[in-house]
């Protein structure tokens, strides 16, 4: 038996289910590396803006199969609403077993405190345009079809693979002002309300970055996400760190064998089964 990392807290955000660009595989390849006593989902986990294409394959509900597994196995898993998943907010401080929604979560780290939160908030395209921000969401979705194809003919050709979307949104200005501006407004916040670390998902741009000024000090996080970076935070040791898919050389995980060999109407079947004596 393979033997899992044993972490206190994992934050992972932004993964997208129910989209084209969702790398679930890859996903649950990593929660099956893990043994965390905390999972913390921050926000854009199932994509619901995207539902209408009717597109959600098994490898996605793998990935919910396994989040529920793990909470019934003990792990406590706070999922904080987001932007893509907004309709989740009508459920906010539910509970049900291990499992809580919330919108932002404030936690006790070691003395520490730690202030979580997705991020949309400070999106204002979103807040008062929201039509022209879905809009911006399907050109997105159709830039990581033609990535996906990009990196098929990559890999066949013995060559790296390669984010276009990526690769825009650092050479485009604008990209580089907001996400700059995210940060900031973030940080800013966080030292105004005393928080010793602020941790934030929905700008895809891992980073763990302390800033000090003269009205205080905090440390930024930001989880990235299961779409172009493949990345998580982990809180151990009494320090945090940004888990990297790609980089990180760690023994692989597979999916379960349970799960593997399932099909989809028993998947389904398992995700929507509430067992009724741990929900009271």
């Known amino acids: 038996m393979k033997t899992k990392r044993k972490v206190e807290i994992t934050v992972i955000s932004d993964v997208h289910l129910g989209t ?21 989902l921050n926000g854009d986990i199932i994509d619901v803006w995207q539902f209408k294409k009717r597109y959600f394959p098994k490898s996605h509900l793998r990935v919910i199969k396994k989040i529920m597994d793990m909470a019934a196995e003990g792990v406590e898993i706070i999922y904080i609403t987001g932007n893509h998943d907004e309709m989740l907010r009508k459920f906010s401080d539910t509970t049900i077993g291990n499992i809580s929604i919330v919108d932002k979560l404030v936690l006790e780290l070691d003395g520490k405190k730690a202030w979580f939160f997705h991020g949309d908030v400070f999106d204002v395209s979103i807040q008062n345009a929201k039509w022209l921000a879905k809009l911006g969401g399907y050109g997105y979705d159709i830039l990581i079809l033609l990535n996906r194809f990009t990196n098929w003919c990559l890999e066949r050709m013995g060559k790296e693979r390669y984010s276009l979307s990526k690769k825009i949104k650092n050479s485009v200005k604008s990209a580089i002002k907001y996400i700059n501006d995210f940060e900031e407004v973030a940080i800013d ?23 000090e ?22 809180y151990q040791f009494k ?25 989809v109407k028993d998947l389904i079947a398992a995700i929507t089964i509430v067992d009724h004596k741990k929900s009271k």
Not at 224 to 230: I, L
Not at 245 to 263: P, T, V
């Open 20 to 40: 084209y660009g969702c790398h679930a595989k890859q996903l649950l390849t990593y929660l099956n590396s893990i043994e965390p006593k905390k999972l913390i």
């Open 189 to 211: 916040l966080a030292i105004q309300n005393d928080y010793d670390y602020v941790i934030c998902g929905h700008i895809h741009q891992p980073k763990m970055l302390i800033k």
């Open 213 to 234: 000024h003269k009205y205080g000090k905090t440390t930024y996080l930001n989880s990235g996400d299961w779409v172009e970076n493949f990345t998580a935070l982990e």
């Open 239 to 263: 320090r945090w760190k940004i888990y990297n898919y790609n980089n990180d050389k760690l023994r692989a995980f597979y999916a379960d064998k349970d799960i593997k060999d399932m099909e």
